[in-house]
Structure formats: C-alpha cells, structure tokens
T-cell receptor, first 115, second 112 residues
Framework: DTGVSQDPRHKITKRGQNVTFRCDPI?????LYWYRQTLGQGPEFLTY????????KSRLLSDRFSAERPKGSFSTLEIQHTEQGDSAMYLC?????????????FGQGTRLTVV | AQSVSQHNHHVILSEAASLELGCNYS??????LFWYVQYPGQHLQLLLK??????LVKGIKGFEAEFIKSKFSFNLRKPSVQWSDTAEYFC??????????FGRGTSLIVHP
C-alpha cells in the first residue's frame, strides 16, 4: 500500500456524461500529479499541484478536463462530455518537495471506460 | 526537456534467464534516471534510481541498472528472472519542475 488512494477504481460511463475522480495523496506530501495511461503506453503527464496551486497543465488536458485541489489535500479530476478517446487509466501520484528530487508515489489508478 | 526511450516493448523469457531492458535518455544537463515497475493490478513503484556517483545502481528484488554516459543509456538488468517478475517496466527522468516523465514501457512476461 503506497498511501495514495484513488476512487473509484473502475468507472464505466456513456459518451457525453461527466465523470469525477478523486485522489487522496500521502498526507504530508505537498505535490500532487495526475497522469493518463493508455494500453501499451507509459503514463503521460496531465497536470500537477503544489499545495493548492495548479502550476502546470499539459496540452493533453483539453478544456473538458478540470482538476482541483482545494485546501491542498485531496484532488479531483473531472472530465466533462466524455468521449471514447478518454478511455484510459487515470493515475494520481504525490511527493514531498523539500530540496532534491522528490520521489513520486503512485496510486492504483482509476480505469475509465467510455461506451 | 529530458526524455527517455525504451526500444523493447515486449519481452518474453523463461525462468532463470537473464534480463536486460534498454533505456536511452536525451541529454539535458544533470542526469537523474529511474526505473519503475508495475505488477499486474498494482500501482507503479520505484525499482531504483540514479542521481550521481557509482554508475551501477542496485535496486529492489535483485534488479540493477548501469548508467553509461557515453551511450546515453540506463539499462535494467537481472541475472535470473522469476515468474513473479512478470510486469510492465518503465524508465523515467525528471522533466521540468521535477515532473516524472516516462518512457513507453516494456512488457515482460516470464514463463515458469
């Protein structure tokens, strides 16, 4: 158990519906990342937060995607008007940044299937 | 920004065979390199990391990797694989702002 938990583990939704995923990082970690992973590919960076501030967003993060981290604790990733191409594993990771490279710890992911 | 490439996408071995998975990185100043593993149904976890010093890095579960600067490589090795090593293996570098940036991954299947 890494300490990063994601909910739900699996989500099946119809095209056009909105979905929201939650990530609870390791409690003392100040940085939180979201990644997307499709079959046969490595995790692709989507966005990250340092405390409650969203500091960087990948160009993969279309306008239909929004992420929040209120109060710098848990985070949510919402996808509006889902498309079949959104089907993927969505991974969350957290790390503690305090000098030097911050090792990232990953959750087990949320597998999204859009039908 | 730094990036990594993994050229072996699928590897199939028998138990006790030796393993070497390739990883090449793009030059970008200070080199930090990582190998992550993802066992079936489990989360990504760090196998080993290189920051500086001894280019031969030992990791968990008998894995090691060698940083060869002249070849821009950081290949993962294990002398004798086990069925339980069946997993996806990812090479990674810290991109801008220390954001982990992953290669495409190698799927390893070990037959008992």
């Amino acid at each position: 158990d890494t300490g990063v938990s994601q909910d739900p583990r699996h989500k099946i939704t119809k095209r056009g519906q909105n979905v929201t995923f939650r990530c609870d990082p390791i409690s003392e970690h100040n940085r939180l990342y979201w990644y997307r992973q499709t079959l046969g590919q490595g995790p692709e960076f989507l966005t990250y937060f340092q405390n409650e501030a969203q500091l960087e967003k990948s160009r993969l993060l279309s306008d239909r995607f929004s992420a929040e981290r209120p109060k710098g604790s848990f985070s949510t990733l919402e996808i509006q008007h889902t498309e079949q191409g959104d089907s993927a594993m969505y991974l969350c990771a957290s790390s503690l940044v305090k000098g030097g490279y911050p090792e990232a710890f990953f959750g087990q992911g949320t597998r999204l299937t859009v039908v | 920004a730094q990036s990594v490439s993994q050229h072996n996408h699928h590897v199939i071995l028998s138990e006790a065979a030796s393993l070497e998975l390739g990883c090449n990185y793009s030059y970008g100043g200070t080199v930090n390199l990582f190998w992550y593993v993802q066992y079936p149904g489990q989360h990504l976890q760090l196998l080993l990391k290189y920051f500086s010093g001894d280019p031969l890095v030992k990791g968990i579960k008998g894995f090691e990797a060698e940083f060869i600067k002249s070849k821009f490589s950081f290949n993962l090795r294990k002398p004798s694989v086990q069925w339980s090593d069946t997993a996806e293996y990812f090479c990674a570098v810290p991109g801008g702002s220390y954001i982990p940036t992953f290669g495409r991954g190698t799927s390893l299947i070990v037959h008992p």
